[in-house]
């Protein structure tokens, strides 16, 4: 059905449902434990997403969706705010989550809160908390200057946090891994968002 080996993990993650990395000959997997009761329908669009890793997956939304009661959520204290004056980050999320996840990753996202003005240079662009699940946008960007697909490839870059996660390496971690640089780049577009922030730092 997919072609190669495939090296499976079952998980508990909450934040990502379906986590796929090639690698040598076989594909490495994780997917969540829910997926054990999935039926056949689903497991086939499981297996074309771990083939082409993108795609349209309505099934495996309505499965997540139809099941997340069975994951183990954090308590999240934060206030939700994803609707901005210019860029809605509910709508962004969405279709990030559906063409590069396949609806896999279930973080929440909102605005982050107003800093000083002086403040708002040294802060990141974007972060993820994993303990609260939560992807936090920095409110600069919320401006009808900013291009939608800059805001875009912010919020994609923090949904590869959410769905890779921390990788330990010679016991070492890394955030920004060599497969999270490699999968960074297959946002559709990478150059365009990097040559203008690098215009606006210029």
Known sequence: MIGRPVSLIITDNAASMISVKPGGNAISVRLHRMFLSAGSDVISEVAQFIRKR???TPL?????RQNSGCL????RK???NADGKYH??????GSINDEYFGGAVSAGITWGTRSPRYAVRKRTLGSYSSHANIIRINPILDRKRIPRYFVEFIVYHEMLH???????KNGRRSVHSREF????KLFQHYDKAAA???GEHA
């Open 54 to 56: 993108k795609g349209s």
């Open 60 to 64: 495996i939304r309505d499965f997540i």
């Open 72 to 75: 183990k959520k954090t308590v």
């Open 78 to 80: 934060a206030v939700i």
């Open 88 to 93: 809605n980050l509910s709508d962004i999320y």
């Open 162 to 168: 959410a769905d890779i996660g921390t990788e330990t």
């Open 181 to 184: 640089k490699r999968r960074e």
């Open 196 to 198: 203008w922030e690098k």
